[in-house]
């Protein structure tokens, strides 16, 4: 199986791109995942929290790897 390449962007102020450490991969992307929530006025249940949750820990294994 070759390597897949995944690409996350983070927006910082004035929506430029940022680079994400790795050591911060899964806080990047559960506050992220949190954010988009927010803004469309959804609720988080802890239920899909949870399924967010272990979607953030799969990519921050994927970019370890």
């Given amino acids: 199986m070759s ?38 006025g959804n609720n988080i249940t802890n239920t899909s929290w949870s399924k967010m949750s272990q979607a953030a820990r799969f990519l921050t294994r994927v970019a370890a790897a």
Avoid: D, M
Avoid at 15 to 35: H, T, Y
């Fill in 3 to 40: 390597k897949k390449v995944i690409t996350i962007q983070v927006r910082g102020e004035h929506a430029a791109a940022k680079p994400v450490l790795r050591s911060r991969l899964e806080q990047s992307v559960n506050r992220s995942l949190r954010a988009s929530f927010s803004l469309e």
